[in-house]
């Protein structure tokens, strides 16, 4: 195996990471929610926190180190138009997640709050959550780009 191949493959599974990680993510935090128990959100919301931070943090970072150690590897141009088209939405896609990732934390709190109160979920949570949710379309959608750019490389 090259170097080459072993760095591209090693980039092909950081995004299965953070689509992976997205989509578990979004499932799980839905059907939390769905259930208004205010424990049970919370305990979901709680790993939800921790498997963004460690799974979707440590693929984010290493997608534009993996993907420059590519470029450099098959002497790839920056101004390679589905190159430049994937650099975009990936800063798009990082404009919906790191919003998501406070709301998450924030949700997660608020959860918290309301199970050790034994109170209902407040407003606020639900207005993050619908926030939450809008975001995760852009956000992901951006990834799935992306992954279709990298394979296609249509341009």
Not at 8 to 36: C, E, N, Q, S, W
Not at 37 to 52: G, K, P, Y
Not at 80 to 89: D, I, M, N, P, T
């Amino acid at each position: 195996m090259t170097l080459y191949f072993l760095v591209k493959y090693l980039h092909v599974l950081g995004a299965i990471v953070i689509l992976g990680t997205g989509t578990g993510i979004a499932f799980f935090m839905l059907m939390a929610h769905r259930t208004h128990d205010a424990e049970f959100i919370a305990r979901t919301a709680s790993v939800v926190v921790i498997a963004d931070a460690i799974f979707t943090l440590s693929a984010v970072v290493f997608q534009p180190v993996s993907g420059g150690v590519l470029m450099m590897l098959s002497a790839t141009s920056i101004t390679e138009r589905w190159l430049l088209a994937s650099l975009a939405l990936y800063a798009i896609a990082g404009l919906f997640w790191v919003p998501v990732v406070f709301m998450q934390i924030e949700m997660r709190d608020l959860a918290r709050k309301a199970s050790e109160q034994h109170s209902a979920l407040p407003e606020r949570y639900f207005i993050l959550f619908r926030r939450w949710f809008a975001f995760g379309f852009p956000g992901f959608g951006a990834t799935m780009l992306i992954l279709w750019l990298m394979v296609a490389k249509p341009f």
